[in-house]
């Protein structure tokens, strides 16, 4: 069963920086987006960028500016650069990796997050 790991999360002041990674354990073929997505206690599950192969990143409206995502297809990896960190941007962070199958069918791989506290 491949795995999602993440790493590079913590704590930093405000203004400060951090970068996340996810890597897949194992070989997952046919990666069509990677993306990150962050939850924040009592809030719902929201995205924060996504990148699709061969596309042009999206990002959510709070990061945008701030946040970069980049990803590593022959290692199976994606980042998350993060700039200008405020408190709000507290959260737990999940990478995302959606494949296909052979017959087109999508197969969706979590990580198990990583915490990202932000504060003085």
């Known amino acids: 069963q491949v795995q999602l790991v993440e790493s590079g999360g913590g704590l930093v002041q405000p203004g400060g920086s951090l970068r996340l990674s996810c890597a897949a354990s194992?070989?997952?073929?046919?990666?069509?987006?990677m993306a990150w997505f962050r939850q924040a206690p009592g809030n719902q599950r929201e995205l924060v960028a996504e990148l699709p192969s061969g596309g042009s990143a999206e990002y959510g409206d709070s990061v945008k500016g701030r946040f970069t995502i980049s990803r590593d297809n022959g290692n199976n990896t994606v980042y998350l650069r993060m700039n200008s960190l405020k408190p709000e941007d507290t959260a737990v962070y999940y990478c995302?990796?959606?494949?296909?199958?052979?017959?087109?069918?999508?197969?969706?791989?979590w990580g198990q997050g990583t915490q990202v506290t932000v504060s003085s």
């Open positions: 995302y990796f959606q494949s296909k199958t052979t017959l087109g069918i999508p197969r969706d791989y």
């Open positions: 194992g070989k997952i073929v046919r990666i069509n987006t």
